[in-house]
């Protein structure tokens, strides 16, 4: 049974719960763990960079929306120095998005090298 | 380009113009398409440029330390990306040593697994694969895409858009593409904050024509993100890649920017593909001197290390660059082989209008047609070319009957089938209620029941009386600031009595949390099953394996509403019936020399009452009647039973005549003069292209009979010529007509006189 990022039942979720106004943003949310088995799907079919897109996924999984664009704007070309991008990596380390920060990171080193940095 | 025949200035006498035979061929469609000089310089080259780099892979401790030429030291944005994330080292060494040929035959060769071939490509660099891509002929890209796609089974994808953004038309055209087969609804904006708007009504119109329709709103990646976010679009597309590191930071993009937007659709179960394609760089400035399928590979090797699980190329936007250098049309392709050979989902092309010229639009996919393709179009038009605010796709409403036939004609699956007429009747009426009631519970805009009557019976925006551009800004705006949801629609549509589709929007959303999607090439079946790389995987290894539509399916594909069977003409025939002709006893010989007699074949008036002109068979009886008075001459009618032969019943009709002339007709319209002393294959005068002849034909044929009866010659009447096709047109009635005459036949019955 698939659950939620609410931990619910994705079953439970009927129409007539959504109109009672009984289904939160949240029970209609992947679970991490549910990008995880995806990941290992990914890899067992001979994909293994889709099953580290979901393992960054997973991660990014925990994020309110807002800061899920705050990144992505901040990783465009020249929005962000170098030193904002060390920090940004820093701030994703303190949610638990190692990946997502080890990926700023290696951006950040190509910038610098390639003229995008802000 | 060059426009053709733009002779240079000269201070001589003009040159004579071209000939009548050349300005002729100037003047066709297909000289309106702009063909270039192969310009490498330009990146006007498709397959191979000799800027190309030497492919080439140097690893140090398991890292990459040169690619292509180029040292890591050197190495832009997109060579880095792809040397961190995007080649398997582990069997690199081996691919990298495979020789092109071999790689090639490797894909081609049926009895070489997928996997296999996957596997090796997952090590090759992107100038290596580029160039074994070059290597594979039309003929070879048909077989290793047939081999190599990720999904089984083939589907298609549509646009759905408006000039007007009009929500009640886009719904009732998102439920007719998905009642048509689409499994993917595309849809985009004249005018950008009409987003929101448009995202909902397509979400709306495809949940009424289908379970299990994905829909994307192609928009600015930050505003597409937000879409998905809310639940209004459940697929992503417009996340561009370009092949040189200049043109992709132009695009406000880098490949670590690209890649994080990757991993944020999947954060919210959203499936998404990338897009790239031939041209786009050469059309920007860009290329670098690189050959388009080069830069391809470079794009295709980037998507793979995204982690992206699809690529839409094929040209795309670039589709008309790539088209107008030799083998372009073939570098499109190699493209989509390519996509599929990194193991991920081809969303094709065959999208932007490649051609002025059907021959050429229609020539330039037909091979992917026939191969397969995960998505055959990225976007079919599946609205009017003018509604088609992607701007024209290469195929359009105005095709999808040809698409349906040339499905038939080869017996494959282009993902389309034929959707009942009175269905789709009632899908857009019920898809335009229920936008409209969304609207309404919403507050967002009220739509009178002229509305959607218009909108329902509208075949394009032109059609629609009159609309209010200010309304759709204004219930995009007020979808924007309230923060509604997909889930609030939900709400909407069971509140208002639209149960099912309700719970088909809420599937949508649930699909996500289940994150199926998210595999390579998946679609859902209208019973949201997902078939995808994971759970419908290609499995061709040559004939008699792979994919083949099911029997259901493949009767789907073969009844396209314009087929005819025997009975239904023999019931269109009945319409027409009456008691004009009438039986008046056995037929014997006569001798008035002024007598002519016309025979006519067993079914006339009896089975068959319109020729294949549409002429009441006895309105061409009366005109030959008329014409042979004319002469003064005498006519009988007599109705032979035994024979369906033209050329036995007009000399048959001639020996009964006392003049030794007769007249054969047969029902369908077909007719002869002929005389009692020739052989039967032979005659005097013919209409042998029935659907031509009119009433006034026939009656110089009645004329002339007359004149042949009284010992003249006259100017035989001639066919009326046609270059249309006729026989495509009129030979499976002629089948059915012949049939029908054939069962009329009774072998030894003598002739029968008729009156009239």
Known sequence: MTRAYSGRPVESVTVDAVRRGEV???????????????????????????????????????????????????????RSTAAELSDLAEWLDGRSCHRNAALVREARDVYARRDLTR | MIPPHDDP?????????????????????????????????????????????????????????????????????????????????????????????????????PSIPRSEVVWLCAGMTPAK???????????????????????????????????????????????????????????????????????????IGAAVGSPGVLVQCSVEEALELELGLRGFVSYAETVSLYGTEQVFTDGDDTPWSKAFLTSAYASRGIKMRVSSGAGAEVLMGGAERRSMLYLESRCVALARAMGAQGVQNGGIDGASVAGSVPRGVRGLMAENVM?????????????????????????????????????????????????????????????????LAIQRDWGVDGGLRTADTGAIAALRERAAQAARAVYSWFGLADFTDEQVAAAVDAAGSK????????????????????????????????????????????????????????????ILTPEMRVLSLVTDPNDYTGPGTGYEPTPERQAEIDAIRQRRSVEDLRREQAAYASDALRPAGPAVQRGDPREVVIGVSPATGRDIWVT?????????????????????????????????????????????????????????????????????????????????????????????????????????????????????????????????????????????????
């Open chain 1, 24 to 78: 939160t943003r949240d029970d209609l949310r992947i679970h991490p763990e549910t990008l995880e088995a995806q990941a290992v799907v990914a890899e067992r079919h001979g994909n293994p960079q889709l099953a580290a897109n979901f393992r960054r996924a997973a991660e990014l999984a925990l994020l309110p929306d807002e800061d899920v664009m705050r990144v992505y704007e901040a990783l465009r070309p020249r």
């Open chain 2, 9 to 109: 200035p000269t201070t001589r006498a003009a040159a004579p113009g071209p000939v009548g035979r050349i300005r002729f061929m100037d003047a066709q469609r297909v000289n309106l398409d702009g063909f270039a000089v192969e310009n490498p310089e330009l990146g006007l080259i498709a397959l191979s440029s000799p800027y190309d780099p030497e492919p080439g892979l140097v690893l140090e401790d398991g890292v990459v330390t040169e690619m292509d030429g180029v040292k890591a030291a050197d190495f832009d944005a997109i060579d880095a990306f792809i040397a961190a994330h995007g080649l398997d080292l582990t069997v690199a060494v081996e691919a990298m040593a495979l020789s092109d040929v071999a790689a090639a035959r490797m894909m081609v060769d």
């Open chain 2, 129 to 203: 694969l580029a160039r074994v891509l070059a290597l594979l002929r039309p003929a070879e890209l048909v077989m290793a895409m047939t081999k190599l796609r990720a999904r089984r089974t083939p589907s298609n994808q549509a646009h759905v858009t408006n000039r007007l953004d009009d929500p009640l038309l886009l719904a009732a055209d998102a439920a007719t593409a998905a009642a048509f087969g689409f499994r993917e609804l595309e849809t985009t904006v004249p005018v950008l904050a009409d987003a929101p708007s448009n995202a909902v009504a397509v979400s």
């Open chain 2, 339 to 403: 996509v599929m050979a990194r193991n991920l989902e081809s969303c094709s092309g065959n999208d932007a209008l490649m051609s002025e010229s059907d021959v050429r639009r229609t020539a330039r996919t037909l091979p992917i047609l026939l191969a397969g393709s995960d998505f055959i179009c990225s976007g079919f038009g599946s609205i009017q070319r003018y509604d088609n605010m992607f701007g024209p796709s290469n195929w359009n409403a105005e095709d999808i009957d040809d698409y």
């Open chain 2, 463 to 522: 059609d629609l009386p009159g609309s209010d551009p200010v309304a759709v800004t204004n219930a995009a705006r007020l979808i924007q600031e309230t923060g509604l949801t997909m889930a609030d629609v939900v709400t909407a549509l069971q509140e208002t009595g639209f149960e099912p589709e309700a719970e088909r929007l809420l599937d949508m959303l649930k699909v996500r949390v289940g994150g199926d999607c998210l595999q390579t090439a998946a």
């Open chain 2, 612 to 756: 294949l002109s549409g002429l009441p068979v006895v309105e061409a009886l009366r005109q030959l009647l008329a014409g042979l008075e004319e002469e003064g001459c005498v006519a009988r009618i007599v109705r032979f039973h035994d024979t369906i032969d033209l050329g036995m019943i007009g000399l048959s009709a001639a020996r009964l005549s006392g003049s030794g002339i007769g007249i054969g007709l047969q029902a369908k319209g077909t007719a002869l003069i002929h005389r009692r002393d020739l052989a039967p294959l032979a005659n005097l005068e013919l209409y042998s292209i029935a659907p031509v002849l009119s009433a006034e034909d026939y009656r110089l044929m009645g004329v002339n009979a007359g004149r042949h009866a009284k010992g003249g010659t006259p100017e035989p009447a001639r066919n009326p010529y046609t270059d249309e096709a006729i026989e495509a047109r009129y030979h499976t009635r002629v089948v059915s007509l012949v049939a029908i005459e054939r069962a009329c036949c009774r072998a030894g019955a003598g002739p029968e006189e008729l009156t009239l």
